[in-house]
């Protein structure tokens, strides 16, 4: 048996690329050395946001956040999917300036986002604490149990013919195939390297490195937070590359459980719970909404963001390949590009003009051919 | 956050940490701590006798734990460990226990199995009601069906009839040939078969059925599978529990070896960890006087009193093989893994059913996607449950190993 596609990872983004391409009525088969959806995606957030970070996250979150609002119809209930949208949360004035700076930003890509001054903010989130200069309502952003959406995108390319193969584990990647780590070789027309966190082991052109996060959820509160909640000052926590770095970013799930980050810290390869981490984290939210403080935690998890260099995902053929691409590399966005990042990678395979371009993304950006 | 050191640190206030902290202090040199998550030490079993105790060996284990070199925490419930060291949550906030030994004496709880109608309000845990009605759960008058496996039964039966409940009958999963077995060995068991015997005549007269099991339970009655016939019987409550599972999260989160489901030690009780010890239910399903034994052993190994800890292999050789026969006497019947239909909730904190899990290979997809075992109980009910029904081991245990609130993690 031989196949058009060979995508290595079943993330939610290998899981999108696999529904993308089966559509397109190409054979898929789909290796995973685990499970379906166990590495980054399951420790993810599943938050679908908009974000302008730059240009190009900019347009690939956009383009992605539509495709899921499209999909938003077709998923199951598990999948939890939620319009509560996103308010980034101003503390002072000076961030309120930057929520009027983005603000206008999202309204000139076509995005509306609402400016809320504290009262309004307060209104809508009575458990911020008073204070708080304000905010940035963005509706069209959304929740979902990424972990039940991976699943659906998997379903939906397995009912197009995509064969899967977990419990598989990929040991090199060439422009013939894959080989495993039993020895069996795998002949396919296009190798994809979805393999999250470890996608430069198998294609060590691609320099991703792994960014540590912790979360934390609590039982069943329903209604205490009402969108997904973000402290402005992420930004500055999230890219600020260097330290470790915490910021108040809290979710609410349609249990009513508060799903509570966020941490980042590079250079960390145990998967075990940093307690100081993880204080400096919480402390950060009670800042924020000082009530969560005796909100029963039922469980913290870790897990690795696959981060690269400028913040951007590898979308595309890698240098010095024919017939290998990669789509990996996407950080703590993974659960909103990922559709995005299936269809433009259809397009590049397929020869057709991509919905945006795609130029941003490939991997020859940061990589000289050897 | 409050900061304290000790020598040896036993969590759990039952049997077996009563007797390590006892034993420990034997050694003059050291610290003992003992911290229980409840308002009273004495575990599952003693707590409620404490200050009007029955027990001649609890009531002498207190008064020796009143030693000054002895600290008692209360109400504390351990959360993680951190190094050398445990995080507990107690109404004043956290606290971190430092210790240069470790004995765990965790104890164990009540296993539960699906079927049709075991989330109804009048349905409960055989030992669960016990401890209902040692709060306050008045049962005067109830008709009360107590069902599962062990010898839980009998002792929650006695105790519900001494409160004025009218036990309708008590059915036994086991068959007559495993339990003629298991009686004839408790003549090797001298405190175990007086215990039997009156336990037996004060619950004379009820019904007890062996070879049979629930099918399933609604409000007014129970239906029981008894050689091959079926049987409604009507009562108000239903207290129904399937023997004991140990209680091993804390000794997997350190890291500690475990086998077959229970906590590996060697002759001193030492887990796979040195220093960290381990005694009791968690090393396997034993009762009151292998807890006694191995807590013992435990606290002398842990305090270097090895001589101490020699003397008493030969009796704990007894308890051990007491624990072998309990376990092969109530092991538990293929039937009851075909009770849960497929709409019966498995997972009552997350209600998952049973029809939602058997697609899944193991219990870490199971979980991942349906979110069995992700509530607030963190699986130590389902958790049991799924492995009888589908062999599922492989729990993963991460902090907090307890609810917590978010400002102590």
């Known amino acids: 048996m031989s196949y058009d596609v060979v995508i290595v990872g079943s993330g939610i983004v290998g899981a999108a690329c696999a529904a993308s391409l089966s559509a397109s009525r190409l054979r898929v088969l789909v290796l995973d050395s685990s499970g379906i959806a166990t590495g980054t995606t399951a420790a993810g957030m599943g938050h679908i946001v908009l974000m302008d970070d730059s240009e190009a996250q900019l347009a690939l979150t956009g383009y992605s956040r539509k495709l899921w609002n499209t999909l938003a119809q077709e998923l199951p209930a598990d999948a939890e999917y939620e319009?509560?949208?996103?308010?980034?949360?101003?503390?002072?004035?000076?961030?309120?300036?930057?929520?009027?700076?983005?603000?206008?930003?999202?309204?000139?890509?076509?995005?509306?986002?609402?400016?809320?001054?504290?009262?309004?903010?307060?209104?809508?989130?009575?458990n911020l604490r008073g204070g708080l200069a304000g905010g940035l309502l963005v509706q069209d952003d959304s929740v979902v149990y990424q972990l039940c959406a991976t699943k659906f995108l998997i379903e939906r390319a397995a009912r197009y013919g995509t064969t899967i193969r977990t419990g598989t584990n990929v040991i090199?990647?060439?422009?013939?195939?894959?080989?495993?780590?039993?020895?069996?070789?795998?002949?396919?027309?296009?190798?994809?390297?979805?393999?999250?966190?470890?996608?430069?082991?198998?294609?060590?052109?691609?320099?991703?490195?792994?960014?540590?996060?912790?979360?934390?959820?609590?039982?069943?509160?329903?209604?205490?937070?009402?969108?997904?909640?973000?402290?402005?000052?992420?930004?500055?926590?999230?890219?600020?590359?260097?330290?470790?770095?915490?910021?108040?970013?809290?979710?609410?799930?349609?249990?009513?459980?508060?799903?509570?980050?966020?941490?980042?810290?590079?250079?960390?390869?145990?998967?075990?719970?940093?307690?100081?981490?993880?204080?400096?984290m919480t402390n950060r939210a009670f800042e924020y909404m000082p009530d969560l403080k005796t909100l029963s935690t039922v469980r913290v998890w870790t897990g690795f963001r696959p981060a690269t260099s400028d913040n951007l995902p590898y979308i595309g053929k890698i240098p010095g390949h024919e017939n290998v691409y990669a789509a990996a590399g996407h950080e703590g966005l993974g659960i909103t590009t990922s559709l995005g990042t299936a269809e433009l990678l259809t397009s590049a395979i397929l020869g057709k003009k991509p919905a945006i371009p795609i130029e941003p993304y490939l991997p020859s950006r940061t990589i000289t051919e050897h | 956050m409050n900061k304290v050191t000790t020598d040896v640190l036993i969590v759990g206030g039952g049997p077996a940490g009563m007797s390590a902290a006892v034993a420990a202090s034997g050694n003059d040199d050291v610290r003992i701590t003992v911290v229980d998550d409840n308002p009273r030490i004495g575990g599952q079993i003693w707590r409620a006798e404490l200050g009007k105790l029955k027990s001649v060996e609890a009531l002498e284990l207190l008064a020796l734990l009143d030693q000054q070199w002895i600290t008692l925490v209360n109400n504390a419930s351990v959360f993680s460990n951190d190094g050398s060291s445990v995080l507990a949550e107690t109404p004043s906030g956290r606290i971190q226990i430092e210790y240069k030994s470790l004995i765990l004496a965790t104890g164990a709880r009540e296993r539960l199995l699906p079927f049709p109608g075991w989330t109804l309000p009048n349905v409960l845990g055989a030992a669960g009601l016990q401890a209902l009605v040692k709060g306050g759960l008045d049962v005067q008058d109830k008709r009360i069906v107590v069902a599962g496996t062990g010898p839980l039964l009998l002792v929650a039966a006695e105790y519900?009839?001494?409160?004025?409940?009218?036990?309708?009958?008590?059915?036994?999963?086991?068959?007559?040939?495993?339990?003629?077995?298991?009686?004839?060995?408790?003549?090797?068991?001298p405190s175990k078969i007086v215990q039997g015997i009156s336990l037996r005549s004060k619950l004379r007269g009820i019904p007890y059925y062996r070879n049979a099991w629930v099918t399933k339970a609604d409000l007014q009655s129970v239906t029981i599978q008894h050689f091959g016939q079926t049987t409604d019987i009507e009562c108000d409550m239903f207290a129904c529990g399937?023997?004991?599972?140990?209680?091993?999260?804390?000794?997997?989160?350190?890291?500690?070896?475990?086998?077959?489901?229970?906590?590996?030690?060697?002759d001193y009780q030492q887990t796979s960890i040195s220093d960290v010890y381990c005694a009791g239910e968690p090393t396997s399903i034993g009762g009151v006087e292998a807890a006694v034994v191995e807590g013992k052993i435990a606290g002398f190994a842990a305090t270097g009193q090895i001589i101490e800890a020699n003397s008493l292999f030969r009796a704990r050789k007894k308890t051990t093989a007491f624990a072998k026969a309990l376990d092969q006497a109530f092991e538990l019947r293929d039937e009851l893994k075909t009770l849960a239909a497929s709409s019966t909730i498995v997972c009552r904190c997350e209600d998952v059913q049973y029809g939602k899990l058997t697609d899944h290979d193991d219990f870490r997809m199971a979980k991942l996607q349906t979110r069995c075992g992700m509530g607030a109980c963190q699986g130590r009910i389902c958790g049991a449950a799924v492995e009888f029904l589908f062999g599922w081991k492989d729990r993963s245990v991460r902090p907090p190993i307890f609810p917590v609130k978010m400002e102590n993690l």
């Open chain 2, 242 to 266: 399937f023997h004991l599972v140990p209680n091993i999260e804390l000794a997997q989160l350190l890291g500690c070896e475990v086998a077959d489901g229970f906590v590996s030690v060697d």
């Open chain 1, 83 to 126: 319009h509560c949208g996103t308010i980034w949360v101003a503390a002072d004035e000076d961030e309120m300036n930057e929520v009027r700076r983005k603000q206008i930003v999202y309204a000139s890509h076509g995005s509306d986002a609402e400016i809320l001054d504290g009262r309004a903010l307060r209104e809508l989130e009575p």
């Open chain 2, 160 to 189: 519900l009839t001494s409160k004025g409940a009218r036990i309708v009958a008590i059915c036994e999963q086991t068959t007559n040939k495993k339990l003629d077995r298991f009686a004839l060995g408790l003549w090797r068991s």
């Open chain 1, 172 to 280: 090199e990647i060439s422009d013939d195939g894959v080989r495993l780590e039993n020895g069996e070789v795998i002949a396919a027309g296009v190798i994809i390297n979805a393999a999250g966190v470890f996608a430069s082991e198998l294609s060590p052109e691609l320099k991703i490195v792994k960014r540590k996060g912790h979360l934390a959820i609590t039982e069943r509160y329903p209604n205490f937070v009402r969108h997904q909640l973000i402290e402005l000052g992420y930004l500055k926590s999230a890219h600020g590359s260097d330290g470790d770095s915490v910021a108040f970013n809290v979710q609410p799930r349609i249990t009513g459980q508060i799903l509570l980050g966020s941490s980042r810290q590079f250079g960390v390869e145990s998967n075990q719970i940093d307690f100081e981490i993880l204080k400096r």
